[in-house]
């Protein structure tokens, strides 16, 4: 696993500077345009919007930054540079393949998180000491959507796929996932799918751990919600990766 991870390393070495930067100049234009000059005019009730969105903002950018890398990158792997298949020639199997591409995505998610958050604390958007546990709820939102596309990305012969991914799943989930205001002010129906997205608990246990607001209990549901997303997608993508890699 460190060998192959090592590899997703040593080939973003020299992207690490322009990842850097957007990774700090995301959250500045997002919370100064959306927290900031939007947040001017809304009202929720004495909470400042920007305290609201910034935890949402931080969850969804976790899913995006996961969505990404565990797409193309992983039929680029296959198909294009054939890293995978270089790697199984070597003593590395399947799992190390996977998890060292999947600990690759994790240090991605991390790395973009912990600046998400050093940005909200410089806009004054946490109000508990409990908002540093924030980060690793994004992480762990972040990688419940890296296993499942990790999954799904294996078995596509056509990039098609993730642009349909991204419309059809990864954008509405941004919009209507709690993200930008609450779920509640959807129709009943969207309201109830909206609860069973990865995403919606991800910002949720972000928001309520940014505002103080957390409770074990529901800390726990969430986390554990995320976990099983995780933990579901490493399995089946774990089945996928050896049938196309033939191992």
Known sequence: MTRAFEYWLLTSRHAWATTLLSNVLNPVLFLAALGVGLGALVD??????????????????????????????????????????????????????????????????ATASALYAAVMAAFGAFRSPWALLAVPAAVLTGMAFAAPIAAFAITQDRDLAFAALTRFAIVPMFMFSGTLFPVEQLPGALE???????????????RDLSLGAADAGSALLHAGYLAVWVAAGAVLATITFRRRLHV
């Open 44 to 109: 929720l009730g004495g909470l400042p919007y920007l305290t609201f969105v910034a935890p949402g903002l931080l969850a969804a950018t976790a899913m995006q930054i996961a969505a990404a890398e565990a797409g193309s990158p992983v039929r680029s792997a296959l198909t294009w540079t054939k890293a995978y298949h270089a790697m199984v020639a070597t003593p590395l199997d399947v799992r190390d393949v996977l998890h060292g591409h999947l600990l690759w995505i994790l240090l991605r998610v």
């Open 192 to 206: 109830t799918i909206a609860y069973v997205t990865p995403l919606w608990h991800g910002v949720d246990l972000a």
